[in-house]
């Protein structure tokens, strides 16, 4: 079993930033999978990034070049840095571990961006 818990989530005008955290406890595998994604209203729920099983990541090309996912892996904890906010970056964000037979959701947490 695994927990995650996000927190960062906030208003913030066009162009500021934010950080977002996501904490994971329980047991946590190697070859898990973490990622962000986000569902905005009126919209389907859609990756913004995530970690491959290699080390790599995957970005959509809506937030390449602006978000920059990170990980401490002394923490459990995934990030999702965002710069250069734009008001269609509101919405709801959830935090996913993906272990292949099983898949894990944060709460998610609100992120408003003004215009």
């Known amino acids: 079993q695994v927990q995650l818990v996000e927190s960062g989530g906030g208003l913030v005008q066009a162009g500021g930033s934010l950080r977002l955290s996501c904490a994971a406890s329980g047991t946590i595998f190697g070859i898990d999978v973490v990622g962000w994604y986000r569902q905005a209203p009126g919209k389907q729920r859609e990756l913004v990034a995530r970690?491959?099983?290699?080390?790599?990541?995957n970005y959509a090309d809506s937030v390449k070049g602006r978000f920059t996912i990170s990980r401490d892996n002394a923490k459990n904890t995934v990030y999702l840095q965002m710069n250069s906010l734009k008001p269609e970056d509101t919405a709801v964000y959830y935090c996913?571990?993906?272990?292949?037979?099983?898949?894990?959701w944060g709460q998610g947490t609100q992120v408003t961006v003004s215009s």
């Open positions: 996913n571990l993906d272990r292949g037979y099983a898949d894990y």
């Open positions: 970690f491959t099983r290699l080390g790599s990541t």
